[in-house]
């Protein structure tokens, strides 16, 4: 995470560009993430954060959208301006509806933390990055609040395994105006759709008591060996017996609906890449 990440999409120019451009780039090293390879496992969340029932998924939803936790840095210990703590979401945020302005659209945007009770009368929880990437997405998902990803061009844990859409929306920067007309567009039985499908997936962000994380992730690293090598050591070309052990995955990997055509190219260019030197170490540029 870098100061180029408050400018928003301007940052992330280059993944518009040819596919040989954005294929050049992600091999740079210069990305913290590599999306053909590299993949991202959900935080531990401690056991306390878990529904105390079962989800009620036609409750009536008394916030809108809820955000809590520090604005301005760590704790709320920062300079009151944008900066790269949250990728400057956070600011922006405040900027538009801090404080009592959230209150007439039914909205708690809140610079301190909120009990899990709150979290879970929430129709959507913003789930924001901070001086990392975050855990109020996982968060979120164990509490039944529909996940609003603000995090512009930042892949999602286990993003390459489940269908993100099915039980999130995201947001970019330029669209934190709008979220009044953005979660009221979201009707009752989109929402009641929305949290079957995240009470469907939300054990894979929990490692204990239940967890499915670790199984995510080993289907994930399942995927990485097919790509790699074509098939498992069992003679398997696709991750079937793995992926019935994990609910909304599938045996072969997915790719984001956001990323841009140019960064899909650049993931399957690069995956064969990566297995054209597996196979064959001494060829050129390997």
Known sequence: MNEHAVNGTAAFGELSAATSVVTSEMSSGR??????????????????????????????????????????????????????????????????????????????????TQPDSLWATAKFCLATAGVGYGMRLGKAALLNC??????PFVVQALEDVLDYHT?????????????????????????ATLRAALARVHRAYAWDEGGLAYEYTVLALCHRAVELRGSLVSGASACTAQAAKTPGALPVRRVPRWFP???RGAVVASIAERRRCYWRPRDEGC
């Open 31 to 112: 990305w913290c993430h590599s999306p053909h390879k590299d993949i991202v496992a959900p935080p531990y969340m401690p056991p306390s954060t878990r529904r105390a029932t079962e989800p009620d998924l036609r409750r009536l939803s008394s916030l809108e959208l809820l955000h809590a936790g520090g604005i301005w840095g760590w704790l709320g210990r920062g300079p009151r301006k944008r900066t790269a703590y949250s990728l400057g979401m956070r600011q922006a945020l405040w900027a538009h509806f801090g404080g009592e302005r959230a209150t007439s659209h039914a909205m708690l945007i809140s610079n301190k």
């Open 146 to 151: 529909l996940p609003l990803i603000a995090q």
């Open 167 to 191: 039980f999130s929306r995201r947001v970019s920067m330029e669209q934190l105006a709008d979220l009044p007309q953005i979660t009221r567009a979201v009707d009752g039985k989109q929402v």
């Open 261 to 263: 055509s140019p960064l």
